[in-house]
């Protein structure tokens, strides 16, 4: 990858003082060609805009496709999205009370509901391998330390609870599959 350090180094700034006797810039050697360095120095800048550029398409089809395949997967697994997912009120025009309602032990967002949607999900995404599921298992984990990440390293305690009812849970079958949840992360 081109660094963009080294781009004006054959430019020399207008700015630096100029030698009082002789009337020259002093850092400047007779003879530089302004010019030439100008065009020098876009020419690099138009290097690096084109490997940014293509650095970014690459990238970007790689997502595509690694979304796309993730799909395909989520499809030939027949998990069913509107299973997991929360189809209510927006979360953010829910009253206190409603918004109570969702967190209590019949809730839909209640600690065992969620957790029963974590392991259903991890499950049929694992299939009754073992090793699947210690690896689903780990993504869910990682999942749920990004999430920490985006609210500033700290989640309500409802989540550390949900979370740690989903991942026994996960380890149990984990142990009924024939496997050991020595191995896994924790």
Same mark, same amino acid.
């Given at each position: 990858?081109? +660094? $963009?350090d080294? $781009?004006?180094?054959n430019i020399? @700034?207008n ?18 060609? #302004?010019?030439?360095?100008?065009? +020098?120095?876009?020419?690099? &800048? ?31 697994? %027949?998990?069913?999205? %509107?299973?997991?997912? /929360?189809? *209510? ?11 109570? %309602? ?13 957790a029963?949607?974590? #392991? ?5 995404? @694992? *299939?009754?391998? @073992? ?7 780990d ?20 989540? /550390?609870?949900?979370?740690?009812m @989903?991942?026994?849970?996960i ?7 024939? *496997?050991? &949840? ?5």
């Amino acid at each position: 990858m081109s +660094n $963009i350090d080294g $781009i004006n180094k054959n430019i020399p @700034a207008n700015h630096m003082k100029q030698n009082d006797k002789t009337g020259q810039n002093p850092k400047v050697k007779k003879g530089v060609d #302004f010019k030439a360095a100008e065009q +020098n120095s876009t020419l690099q &800048v138009n290097k690096l805009l084109i490997e940014l550029t293509l650095n970014i398409k690459i990238e970007s089809k790689y997502n595509f496709e690694t979304q796309a395949g993730t799909a395909g997967f989520m499809e030939s697994t %027949s998990i069913d999205l %509107s299973q997991i997912l /929360y189809n *209510g009120k927006p979360v953010t025009e829910l009253t206190q009370d409603e918004a109570k %309602s969702l967190i209590s032990d019949d809730g839909y967002f209640s600690i065992e509901n969620t957790a029963q949607r974590l #392991f259903d999900f991890a499950v049929k995404m @694992a *299939g009754d391998d @073992a090793e699947r599921l210690k690896v689903t298992r780990d993504a869910v984990l990682k999942g749920f330390k990004e999430a920490e990440g985006l609210f500033g390293g700290k989640l309500p305690e409802i989540s /550390y609870k949900t979370i740690d009812m @989903a991942l026994k849970m996960i380890d149990e079958k984990i142990r009924e599959f024939g *496997g050991s &949840v020595i191995d896994v992360e924790a």
